[in-house]
């Protein structure tokens, strides 16, 4: 079984207004599907965007050769903290 990590809908206040949870789920589901597992949350109506995500679940599905989204490349490159020289 292939596994992808992507978002996931997961509520809409209002129109337009979606908030989303990154998850880990079988690529041949559809994305309203149940999910294996919840790494994280995304909330992109917030000023700024709230990401939160659990690295150790993230680099342990990494491990057993999960992929990434697109989208969610974007996020976690966005959330890691830079290395100090």
């Given at each position: 079984?292939?596994?992808?990590?992507?978002?996931?809908?997961?509520?809409?206040?209002?129109?337009?207004?979606?908030?989303?949870?990154?998850?880990?789920?079988?690529?041949?589901?559809?994305?309203?599907?149940?999910?294996?597992?919840?790494?994280?949350?995304?909330?992109?109506?917030?000023?700024?965007?709230?990401v939160?995500?659990?690295?150790?679940?993230?680099?342990?599905?990494?491990?057993?050769?999960?992929?990434?989204?697109?989208?969610?490349?974007?996020?976690?490159?966005?959330?890691?903290?830079?290395?100090?020289?």
């Open positions: 079984m292939q596994v992808r990590i992507r978002l996931q809908k997961a509520g809409q206040t209002t129109k337009g207004r979606a908030n989303y949870r990154i998850v880990a789920i079988s690529r041949e589901k559809s994305r309203q599907s149940r999910n294996l597992e919840i790494i994280g949350h995304y909330d992109a109506q917030k000023d700024p965007a709230v939160s995500i659990d690295q150790e679940k993230l680099n342990k599905w990494l491990e057993n050769g999960a992929q990434m989204s697109d989208t969610v490349k974007s996020l976690v490159k966005k959330t890691q903290k830079p290395a100090k020289a």
